[in-house]
């Protein structure tokens, strides 16, 4: 009998959002939302890149308009207020139609 693991990353994607609480780069990182001090982000022909800066270091995170947004409402939730980022412009240049 082995140990069970805590999450199940089968059919999880290259870059994901896990359980609205991790973001994951495969074979790079998982990293936690909630350690995150500040987030920025800039639009990109491949998507949005995040930025998520946790003291000295930053993790850059590529992903479409809708989970960046989502990781951006789940991030001010675990600040301690909620703000729904659908209702803010986070594009650019390459906007999604």
């Avoid at 995040?50 to 951006?72: N, S, Y």
Wanted: proline share 2%; charged share 30%; net charge positive.
């Amino acid at each position: 009998m082995g140990a069970k693991p805590c999450l199940d990353l089968r059919g999880i994607k290259m870059n994901d959002l896990i359980e609205d609480r991790y973001v994951l780069k495969s074979g790079s990182y998982l990293a936690d939302i909630a350690s995150v001090d500040f987030i920025t982000w800039r639009q990109s022909e491949e998507g949005i890149m995040l930025k998520m800066h946790i003291g000295q270091k930053e993790i850059r995170f590529v992903c479409p308009k809708d989970t960046a947004q989502r990781i951006l409402t789940i991030w001010t939730k675990f600040r301690g207020q909620e703000i729904d980022m659908k209702q803010f412009e986070i594009g650019g240049k390459f906007e999604y139609y």
